[in-house]
């Protein structure tokens, strides 16, 4: 079945340590996305790549770092300079033409104490 | 990215159609109405989207107004594991593909 894989699902880290969350899609999608959910709140984009080695910040880039070297692939790194990092990643894919929904990932819950 | 407003819980009796509401009145010519619904702790599922006229699919009808400031999205037949937030976004055609998110409408399926 094709479709968007974010692993591990729940992940737990000490604070002022980097950790990184995988994103893979077998969906063909030339366009992936990074999305951070805070409780009680929508979606905020952190950083999306609309084609291999090139990707753009988003609205809430800082601390973060993301790298796109194959198409299927869309890791996303939250860096110790990230200062809330404790939140529910969630990753998204599309095709790169006009309106194309975008499909999302089941989502990493991160949390750093 | 125009913004839209959403009540923030509705309520819905099993069997029976749900009718979610969004507002979006400086939507622009180019800007789609986007659904999307959040089970908690999973990511948002696409349902549907339009630009001027109504759609349907597997899933809900899209009704859009004449002058496209309000939308509203049709649960023909809910059931319990209908009950999720619902988002309705705009957004333009264009390739960035920026969602921008509210915070939607808690739907309710009461048995």
């Known amino acids: 079945d094709g479709g968007i894989t974010q692993s591990p699902k729940y992940l737990f880290r000490k604070e002022g340590q980097n950790v990184t969350l995988s994103c893979e899609q077998n969906?063909?999608?030339?366009?992936m996305y990074w999305y951070r959910q805070d409780p009680g709140q929508g979606l905020r984009l952190i950083y999306y790549s609309q084609i291999v080695n090139d990707f753009q910040k988003g609205d809430i880039a800082e601390g973060y770092s993301v790298s796109r070297e194959k198409k299927e692939s869309f890791p996303l790194t939250v860096t110790s300079a990230q200062k809330n990092p404790t939140a529910f990643y969630l990753c998204?894919?599309?095709?790169?033409?006009?309106?194309?929904?975008?499909?999302f990932g089941n989502g990493t819950r991160l949390t750093v104490t | 990215d125009a913004k839209t407003t959403q009540p923030p819980s509705m309520d819905c009796a099993e069997g029976r159609a749900a009718n979610l509401p969004c507002n979006h009145s400086t939507i622009s010519g180019n800007e789609y109405v986007y659904w999307y619904r959040q089970i908690h702790s999973q990511g948002p599922q696409y349902i549907i989207h339009g630009l001027k006229n109504n759609e349907t699919n597997e899933m809900a009808s899209l009704i859009i107004t004449e002058d496209r400031k309000s939308s509203t999205l049709i649960l023909p037949h809910a059931t319990l594991r209908d009950t999720a937030v619902y988002y309705c976004i705009v957004r333009g055609g264009g390739a960035t593909n920026k969602l921008i998110f509210g915070t939607g409408t808690l739907l309710a399926v009461q048995p």
């Open positions: 998204a894919s599309s095709m790169e033409r006009t309106a194309s929904p975008l499909h």
């Open positions: 969906l063909n999608h030339d366009a």
